[in-house]
């Protein structure tokens, strides 16, 4: 069993930097593959659309921040490509509107799940046709407090059993985005195909970030041209907000930068600290009442918090049987008795909407990932379904993809406010701002963080006990 604490040994002492010290610079605009990336922060605006008009809303909120929810690890790379193109045309002439400059950080997983180099290189592509050619792309995975760590460029995932390399891990087995290094340099060359080498990428390590400080970082990060993959350690806050101290030093000299990050990277570039998860006292703001839990994610860690949320009990369940949602003839009919039964739960306990938990794969990624999104489009209707039935006091979503299009067409959520977390520096709470559940508390809950009993915590302080 290997702890943080070895990983570090005899590298040098974190330098303590103040979230206050993170202040000014270009608005970073954070294209999110699914919603899970709000996780750590909060009063940020959120956007599920983007016209010009939702994103100049986004770019007039304080914060320094917004969130657009692309939601592309849900679609087959071509439309991921397609949509990243999408979004930036609109935010461009939003920006130019507003006069606001701007950065962009292609949010995706800490377990380095996702279309990259797909996403970036579209990217780097559609900012240079806008005048903002990309001389480094900066990929900063780190999530600590999920227990995500890089060190020596070498990424790591806590798990029972101790610190374990990402590559060895149960997220680098995925059905359409696995992968085999751990090591960030190789990671890089593996899922370009080779098109870059690991003697390609630049490697700013903790010696360089710890030792050199935020001067020598942004001295590295000056030398970039022509897109070229950087790779950050990070095993704190402290790194990454040293880390968004160079960023800004260098962007402020002429260094056109672009991002490819966990959640934790926007909470150090906008200069927030980590805030206590939201308890029972701050939740009876929105009410008391029933609530409604989607779960959709199919990892091992969810399906222990499933079981954590029966021993908490005051639940119902309601299983959608993924063979049958595949046969067209059945699925209407089973999504709306699972729907009708949930509506008339919540006016007694809770209720829980999930899919069965055996994973059905496709022949290839794509046919993987096709299967997911009629799974996860079954889930959705059924949320919608329920939601119209019985407005439930809460909602929470379990898993990356079924956050997302639960919020957009479950919900119909267009744009909305991160209000915080509600656990520590994980599970983000959105209050919807527009629309028919405006006002109604929706908890993003990534499928791959917090213990077996994180769920049952979410759910007991929606109870106010």
């Given at each position: 069993?290997?702890?943080?604490?070895?990983?570090?040994?005899?590298?040098?002492p974190?330098?303590a930097?103040?979230?206050?010290e993170i202040?000014?610079g270009?608005?970073?605009?954070?294209?999110d593959?699914?919603?899970?990336?709000?996780?750590t922060?909060a009063?940020?605006?959120?956007?599920?659309?983007w016209?010009?008009?939702?994103l100049?809303?986004g770019?007039?909120q304080?914060?320094?921040?917004?969130?657009?929810?692309?939601?592309?690890?849900?679609l087959a790379?071509a439309?991921?490509?397609?949509?990243?193109?999408?979004?930036?045309?609109?935010?461009?002439?939003?920006?130019?509107?507003?006069?606001v400059?701007?950065?962009?950080?292609?949010?995706?997983?800490?377990?380095?799940r996702?279309?990259?180099p797909?996403?970036t290189?579209?990217?780097?592509?559609d900012?240079?046709?806008?005048?903002?050619?990309?001389?480094?792309?900066?990929?900063?995975?780190a999530?600590?407090?999920a227990?995500r760590?890089t060190?020596?460029?070498?990424?790591?995932?806590r798990?029972?059993?101790g610190?374990?390399?990402?590559?060895?891990?149960?997220?680098?087995?995925d059905?359409?985005?696995?992968?085999?290094?751990?090591?960030l340099?190789?990671?890089?060359?593996?899922?370009?195909?080779?098109?870059?080498?690991?003697d390609?990428?630049?490697a700013?390590?903790?010696?360089?970030?710890?030792?050199?400080?935020?001067?020598?970082?942004?001295?590295?990060l000056?030398?970039?041209?022509?897109?070229?993959p950087?790779v950050?350690?990070?095993a704190?806050?402290d790194?990454l907000?040293?880390l968004?101290?160079?960023?800004r030093?260098?962007?402020?000299?002429?260094t056109?930068?672009?991002?490819?990050?966990?959640?934790?990277f926007?909470?150090?570039?906008?200069?927030?600290?980590a805030?206590?998860?939201?308890?029972s006292?701050?939740?009876?703001?929105y009410?008391?009442?029933?609530?409604?839990i989607?779960?959709?994610?199919?990892?091992?860690?969810?399906?222990?918090?499933?079981?954590?949320?029966r021993?908490?009990?005051?639940?119902?369940?309601?299983?959608?049987d993924v063979?049958?949602?595949?046969?067209?003839?059945?699925?209407?009919?089973?999504?709306?008795e699972?729907?009708?039964?949930?509506?008339?739960?919540?006016?007694?306990?809770?209720?829980?909407?999930?899919?069965?938990?055996?994973?059905?794969?496709?022949?290839?990624?794509?046919?993987?990932?096709?299967?997911?999104r009629?799974?996860?489009?079954?889930l959705?209707?059924a949320v919608a379904?329920?939601?119209?039935?019985h407005?439930?006091a809460?909602v929470v979503?379990?898993?990356?993809?079924?956050?997302?299009?639960v919020?957009?067409?479950?919900?119909?959520?267009?744009?909305?406010?991160?209000?915080?977390?509600?656990?520590?520096?994980?599970?983000?709470?959105?209050?919807?701002v527009?629309?028919?559940s405006a006002?109604?508390?929706?908890?993003?809950?990534?499928?791959?963080?917090?213990?077996?009993n994180a769920?049952?915590?979410?759910?007991?302080?929606?109870?106010?006990?």
């Amino acid at each position: 069993m290997i702890h943080v604490e070895e990983l570090l040994a005899g590298l040098p002492p974190a330098r303590a930097v103040e979230p206050g010290e993170i202040t000014g610079g270009p608005h970073l605009v954070v294209l999110d593959d699914d919603p899970t990336g709000t996780q750590t922060v909060a009063d940020v605006p959120v956007l599920t659309s983007w016209s010009v008009d939702d994103l100049r809303w986004g770019l007039r909120q304080p914060g320094g921040a917004c969130f657009v929810l692309t939601n592309t690890r849900s679609l087959a790379a071509a439309d991921a490509t397609a949509r990243n193109r999408e979004v930036l045309d609109a935010l461009a002439a939003a920006a130019e509107a507003e006069g606001v400059d701007f950065v962009v950080a292609s949010r995706s997983d800490s377990t380095l799940r996702g279309h990259f180099p797909v996403e970036t290189d579209a990217l780097a592509d559609d900012l240079a046709r806008h005048g903002r050619p990309v001389d480094g792309v900066v990929v900063v995975p780190a999530f600590p407090d999920a227990g995500r760590v890089t060190v020596d460029s070498v990424h790591w995932a806590r798990t029972p059993a101790g610190m374990v390399p990402a590559g060895e891990t149960e997220f680098a087995r995925d059905a359409t985005f696995g992968y085999r290094s751990s090591n960030l340099r190789e990671w890089v060359a593996e899922k370009t195909g080779g098109r870059i080498t690991p003697d390609d990428v630049l490697a700013i390590t903790l010696t360089d970030l710890r030792g050199g400080g935020p001067q020598h970082v942004a001295e590295l990060l000056a030398g970039v041209r022509d897109r070229r993959p950087v790779v950050v350690d990070a095993a704190c806050d402290d790194d990454l907000r040293l880390l968004a101290s160079a960023l800004r030093q260098a962007e402020s000299r002429g260094t056109r930068l672009l991002y490819r990050i966990g959640p934790a990277f926007v909470r150090a570039r906008i200069g927030q600290t980590a805030s206590a998860p939201l308890d029972s006292a701050a939740l009876r703001a929105y009410g008391s009442g029933h609530g409604l839990i989607a779960v959709g994610s199919h990892v091992g860690l969810t399906t222990a918090q499933l079981a954590g949320l029966r021993e908490l009990g005051g639940v119902e369940e309601f299983e959608l049987d993924v063979p049958t949602l595949l046969d067209p003839a059945a699925r209407g009919g089973h999504i709306a008795e699972v729907s009708a039964r949930a509506a008339a739960a919540m006016q007694r306990c809770d209720a829980v909407i999930r899919t069965s938990r055996s994973l059905v794969t496709g022949a290839d990624a794509d046919d993987s990932l096709a299967i997911a999104r009629a799974v996860s489009s079954a889930l959705v209707e059924a949320v919608a379904a329920t939601v119209r039935a019985h407005r439930p006091a809460f909602v929470v979503a379990k898993g990356g993809i079924t956050s997302s299009d639960v919020a957009t067409g479950g919900l119909g959520i267009r744009r909305a406010i991160t209000r915080g977390t509600m656990l520590p520096g994980m599970v983000s709470l959105w209050e919807p701002v527009t629309g028919d559940s405006a006002g109604t508390p929706y908890v993003v809950f990534p499928g791959n963080v917090g213990d077996e009993n994180a769920l049952a915590h979410v759910v007991r302080s929606f109870r106010h006990s």
